[in-house]
Nanobody
């Protein structure tokens, strides 16, 4: 079973950048399809970006396409989310999630397809 810990959140001005990290332990990152989701109070968890275990498929929410980049460093067992040109509407708690490569994930955007979740990191973008 993999454990996930996010970091890198914080307060940033609109137009600024942040890089989130998600460190995996208990298993190797290369064995998992990984995703980033975000959530604001009172709303459902929202898909942000995902990458399959092989890196062969990458998907982004339309709202972040061209501004955010998901990447993984399997040697460091770490998933990243580089966020540029941040907007106030990007304010949320950001979670990383994983699902073993042995499972077929038809829809990377569905949070129900992921088995393991981190505790989240807060990102606040000031106008």
């Amino acid at each position: 079973q993999v454990q996930l810990v996010e970091s890198g959140g914080g307060l940033v001005q609109a137009g600024g950048s942040l890089r989130l990290s998600c460190v995996a332990s208990g298993s190797t990152l290369s064995s998992y399809t990984m995703g980033w989701f975000r959530q604001v109070p009172g709303k459902e968890r929202e898909f942000v970006a995902a990458t399959t275990w092989s890196g062969g498929r990458i998907d982004y929410a339309d709202s972040v396409k061209g501004r955010f980049t998901i990447s993984r460093d399997n040697a460091k067992n770490t998933l990243y989310l580089q966020m540029n040109s941040l907007k106030p509407e990007d304010t949320a708690v950001y979670f990383c999630a994983s699902v073993p490569k042995t499972k077929v994930v038809l829809n990377l955007r569905n949070p129900r397809g992921y088995d393991y979740w981190g505790q989240g990191t807060q990102v606040t973008v000031a106008a």
